[in-house]
């Protein structure tokens, strides 16, 4: 493969204003009237993401208030809310941190700090209140034992490489979902790259692409429990989760290396259930509302994860193997990354 090491302005907008005019036409959820009493409509929050579920019924059953889960990805949620300026739907958005830049340039997002979030760590919320992060995730292996036939569980990015693990694994589209972009960052890093540098990533997806990898927009945690992607690069809470309904699966940090992924909400501009949006942003940040995010093995931002829950994840040599990057950098560049990633790999 040969790799330009930058997209061209024009390539990178040229993608962009595609991807946004294809993820622009997904439907709002169901109930999403504007202005309608007793609603909170959240963009991003699959009931089957970590404990995005439970989140959101725990604070229907505190407030009365119906929230309603939406599948969206993080590009899809970002391209909802931009078509939507003029007359928005969406009170709360959710999304990997690498979009908020893009969410802030945008101006779809008003400030507002919920109650409880000062006590984020500064490199993880907007200085103005536009966004803050609300839980952290670990980009590892999902792997389904069942459907491996015979081969062993994979240890590492390399592993995936091998004829055996041919057609196996998937990962999450990276020029939409913040998982995929940040699976995407994780083996780059892993293999030597950094974000002035994407060779190393984008030879290996080139590679995995070749082993017969695949790639969905949505959340694919189902298709792992029903081994049809017997292994998913995705965050480490989906896995955990899967685990607990049963499914024979072990999560993996990856030998060579991983990142940490903050996840970040945010209050919609003109949201036309703004009170409400509030009262959500606020349980979020809550001891009940971080509980709830926690028990799905999502890392909460205040406080530490409850030791019933840390004893049933792997141990911390483990996730020592995650690093962290300068996040706003790595959303300043994830166009250019689209680019490349669209011309050197694209399914």
């Not at 294809?22 to 699959?46: K, L, R």
């Not at 998982?179 to 060779?199: E, K, P, R």
């Amino acid at each position: 493969m040969s790799h330009r090491r930058a997209a061209t302005a024009g390539t990178a907008a040229a993608l962009a204003a595609l991807t946004l005019a294809a993820c622009g036409n997904v439907e709002p959820p169901a109930g999403a009237a504007a202005g309608e009493n007793g609603i909170v409509i959240t963009y991003n929050s699959p009931t089957e993401w970590g404990n995005y579920g439970a989140v959101l019924d725990a604070f229907t059953e505190r407030t009365g208030i119906e929230a309603p889960n939406d599948p969206k990805n993080s590009g899809q949620a970002l391209a909802a809310l931009q078509a939507e300026k003029g007359a928005p739907v969406a009170d709360v958005a959710y999304t990997g941190i690498a979009f908020a830049g893009q969410l802030t340039d945008a101006g779809v997002l008003q400030d507002y700090v919920p109650e409880g979030a000062e006590q984020v760590p500064d490199d993880l919320r907007d200085p103005d209140g536009a966004w803050t992060a609300v839980h952290t995730g670990t980009i590892a292996f999902i792997v389904n034992e069942d459907h491996l036939d015979g081969a062993p569980v994979p240890q590492g990015w390399a592993d995936l490489l091998d004829p055996a693990y041919e057609g196996k694994v998937g990962y999450l589209d990276p020029t939409q979902a913040a998982v995929g972009y940040s699976a995407a960052t994780a083996v780059n890093l892993a293999l030597g790259g950094d974000l002035d540098d994407w060779g190393p990533g984008l030879d290996y997806l080139g590679d995995l692409k070749d082993n017969g990898a695949s790639t969905a927009a949505q959340t694919a945690t189902a298709k792992v429990a029903q081994g049809e992607i017997p292994i998913l690069i995705d965050t480490d809470f989906n896995g955990y989760r899967l685990r607990d309904e049963g499914a024979d699966v072990s999560v993996v940090i990856p030998r060579e290396g991983s990142l940490q992924i903050p996840y970040i909400v945010g209050l919609v501009e003109g949201a036309p259930n703004a009170d409400n949006g509030r009262r959500l942003l606020d349980f979020y940040f809550s001891e009940e509302g971080q509980g709830l995010f926690a028990a799905g093995y999502m890392r909460p931002v205040v406080g530490e994860m409850p030791d019933e829950v840390a004893d049933k994840v792997l141990p911390p040599q483990d996730y020592e193997r995650a690093r962290t990057v300068d996040y706003a950098e790595q959303g300043q560049r994830q166009q250019e990354f689209i680019g490349l990633y669209q011309d050197e790999v694209g399914f």
